[in-house]
Each structure stands twice: as C-alpha cells, then as structure tokens.
C-alpha cells in the first residue's frame, strides 16, 4: 500500500513557474513508476508526465514538453514536477500516482494502469 500526498500548488501569473512535490509512504518507492495527471473542470483525467524507476527514462505530454520537467528523489520518497512558462490552459488539478510494474522502463501514461492515486493540488494560471 503507497499513500500519495501532494503539494505545492497555488495561483500564478501566466509564464510563472511552480514546482509541485509528491511525498510517498513506505519503504519501496525506489520501485515505484511515477506519473503525474491533470484534470480540468469539465475535462477527463489527462496524461502530464511519468518517470520510470530506472534513472532517466522519462516521457512528457505533448503539450507541456520542454516546459515540465519531472523528477524523483528516492531517498525523500518524493516526485517532483516543475513547471515552467505556464500557460493558462495549464489551470488544473494536478495528482500523482504510482504503480508497480515488472518492466523498470516501461512509461506508462494511461491512468488506468495505476493503483494508486494522491488526492490532487489545485493549479490556477492566471492571464
């Protein structure tokens, strides 16, 4: 069992930067493949951002590629997302999630393979 607590969101200008963090319980995060997602009012849940537990591999939405950067820390339990050059189309609740699969580079992005899920950070980009 993993329970995922995020933070770090908030209000921003557009162009602004905010980094959202996901702290993890338990001792095998280092195990763990990483996503992030978002949700828009009146929008489905949509792929953001994943990392692998094998060290660098990483895959990125097309529409926040070369803004979002994400990482992890396995000694801090902890995944990162940093979000630079936001755009008000980025407004959204944002929520990690977490799997455990066989394949250490597999780079899942369907929200349907993971199992477990934070209860989500509010994001506002204000224009």
């Known amino acids: 069992q993993v329970q995922l607590v995020e933070s770090g969101g908030g209000l921003v200008q557009a162009g602004g930067s905010l980094r959202l963090s996901c702290a993890a319980s338990?001792?095998?995060?280092?195990?763990?493949?990483m996503g992030w997602f978002r949700q828009a009012p009146g929008k489905e849940r949509e792929f953001v951002a994943v990392?692998?537990?094998?060290?660098?591999?990483?895959y990125y939405a097309d529409s926040v590629k070369g803004r979002f950067t994400i990482s992890r820390d396995n000694a801090k339990n902890t995944v990162y997302l940093q979000m630079n050059s936001l755009k008000t189309e980025d407004t959204a609740d944002y929520y990690c999630?977490?799997?455990?699969?066989?394949?250490?580079?597999?780079?899942?992005?369907?929200?349907?393979?993971?199992?477990?899920w934070g209860q989500g950070t509010q994001v506002t980009v204000a224009s």
């Open positions: 990392i692998a537990r094998t060290p660098g591999y990483t």
């Open positions: 999630a977490a799997v455990a699969l066989f394949s250490g580079t597999y780079l899942a992005a369907a929200p349907r393979l993971y199992d477990y």
């Open positions: 338990g001792r095998t995060f280092s195990t763990y493949t």
